[in-house]
């Protein structure tokens, strides 16, 4: 008889358990994560002659980021990030140009939309500065650099998947609105724009 009950209990008890579980998993208040994007868009070149070798690239490049959850479906962020390079050597001379932006924002994580308790759709909004710095080496000038900054916003879709507890990948969809450079090169033409990118991270704390 005590078999019996023994096993009512067992059988019971293991789907809350699992419930239990499922649902701790999907809370991620307490957690945060040190993440790094690859972008996927973009254009990418680079030549090589008599005169001298250069390299450009348009889009996200990468990005390095901090996530900190606050609560089961928001979290606070902070990122920095490589939108454009441009790069050069001729005759000497060596020009370098990039645009890096510093964002603090936040994401929302709906429990509602979760896939699986382990695969967490998201937005996200973030804004702060979009820094152009140029520098020049070589020459008559010798060397100078120029940094000049104009404030924007960066709105973003994707998805996190917890593949364990300590390790993530993400997909991810943006768009960056950019102010007006001052200081007009091939990187801040159309410093604005659309991109995607692909990113693992590594986390710690919360449940």
């Known amino acids: 008889m005590r078999v019996k009950h023994l096993g009512l209990l067992i059988a019971l008890g293991v789907p809350v358990a699992a419930r239990a579980q499922a649902t701790d998993t999907l809370s991620l208040t307490g957690r945060s994560s040190i993440n790094i994007g690859i972008g996927l868009t973009g254009q990418r070149t680079a030549n090589v002659g008599l005169a001298g070798v ?6 996200e ?4 980021g901090f996530v900190h959850w606050i609560h089961p479906e928001v979290a606070v962020t902070i990122t920095a990030a490589a939108l ?37 759709p998201y937005v996200s909004v973030a804004a702060g500065p ?19 900054s104009v404030g924007g ?8 998947w917890f593949v364990s507890r300590h390790f993530l990948v993400s997909v991810e969809g943006d768009y ?5 450079f001052s ?25």
Not at 99 to 115: K, R
Request: proline residues 4%; negative net charge; charged residues 10%.
């Open 54 to 59: 250069g390299t450009h690239t348009t889009g």
């Open 130 to 148: 979009y820094f152009h710095t140029i520098a020049d080496a070589g020459g008559i000038s010798g060397e100078t650099t120029t940094v000049e």
């Open 183 to 207: 200081h007009e090169d091939v990187l801040t033409q159309k410093p604005s724009g659309f991109g995607m990118s692909f990113g693992f991270g590594f986390a710690w704390g919360g449940r």
């Open 176 to 180: 960056h609105a950019v102010g007006h």
């Open 153 to 160: 916003v960066r709105s973003a879709v994707g998805a996190n």
């Open 84 to 120: 454009g390079t441009d790069a050069n050597v001729v005759g000497g001379e060596s020009h370098s140009a990039a645009v890096t932006p510093i964002l603090f924002g936040a994401s929302y994580s709906p429990l509602a939309l979760a896939i699986t308790p382990t695969i967490r």
């Open 61 to 64: 490049v990468g990005s390095f």
